[in-house]
């Protein structure tokens, strides 16, 4: 069944509707729309939701966590303008979606979560997919991965209360960060962060609403 339990919407009609939202919401950039043409999103949405796959908004996934709505994922990756040689850092797995989108733009992508079962179905999906170019980690991405930077991009999909030190620390000079600020019970605000020569800029985007980036890793 398709999303919105339309039976009798096509593939095509789908895909179609899909991308008309992206670019209804401000998603112009074509190398992104196209990323987001060839990844599936209902391959990460299981149970229930799946039905739900394809419309903008956010769904549930294991370990009490989100998937983002397509339009900001969109939006996020938008921002951050990736170049074919970059080498990304996410923060935060979750369904893998976001990481997907990014293979298909960047060089080299690292993501980690603090949720084991859901690194392990994202990997799985990106197996699949043959996404060779992902590399998953298990591990509190609070302090990012010290052993792989400096990264051109890093993408935060867990609102913090202020862009963490440590990702800022690993930033390349000239990289962007794009990442939710604000508590976790109030409205957030995206924040794009361009490392310069004398320190960082920060661009307010759009209000969203993440689930809190927290320190530790999870018990699933």
């Known amino acids: 069944m398709t999303a919105g339990g339309d039976p009798a919407e096509t593939q095509a009609e789908r895909q179609m509707r899909f991308l008309y939202g992206l670019r209804s919401r401000g998603v112009t950039d074509t190398r992104v729309l196209t990323a987001m043409e060839k990844i599936d999103r209902g391959l990460f949405v299981r149970g229930h939701f799946a039905e739900r796959a394809y419309d903008d908004m956010p769904l549930p996934i294991a370990c009490g966590q989100t998937i983002s709505q397509p339009s900001v994922v969109g939006l996020m990756t938008q921002a951050a303008n990736i170049q074919p040689r970059d080498t990304i850092l996410e923060v935060g797995t979750g369904s893998g979606y976001q990481a997907a989108i990014l293979s298909l733009l960047g060089r080299r992508?690292?993501?980690?979560?603090?949720?084991?079962?859901?690194?392990?179905?994202?990997?799985?999906?990106?197996?699949a997919l043959g996404l060779v170019?992902?590399?998953?980690?298990?591990?509190?991405?609070?302090?990012?991965?010290?052993?792989?930077?400096?990264?051109?991009?890093?993408?935060?999909?867990?609102?913090?209360?202020?862009?963490?030190?440590?990702?800022?620390?690993?930033?390349?000079?000239?990289?962007?960060?794009?990442?939710?600020?604000?508590?976790?019970?109030?409205?957030?605000?995206?924040?794009?962060?361009?490392?310069?020569?004398?320190?960082?800029?920060?661009?307010?985007l759009r209000t969203v609403r993440f689930v809190p980036l927290i320190e530790g890793l999870g018990t699933e």
Do not use: C, W
């Open 133 to 204: 170019n992902i590399t998953a980690f298990t591990a509190d991405g609070s302090f990012g991965l010290p052993d792989q930077a400096p990264f051109d991009r890093i993408i935060v999909t867990a609102a913090a209360e202020d862009p963490p030190g440590p990702l800022l620390a690993q930033l390349k000079i000239g990289g962007i960060m794009v990442v939710p600020v604000g508590q976790s019970d109030t409205v957030q605000s995206l924040i794009k962060v361009t490392r310069g020569m004398s320190g960082y800029d920060y661009e307010e």
């Open 109 to 127: 992508i690292y993501t980690v979560d603090r949720h084991r079962r859901l690194v392990r179905d994202a990997s799985e999906v990106f197996q």
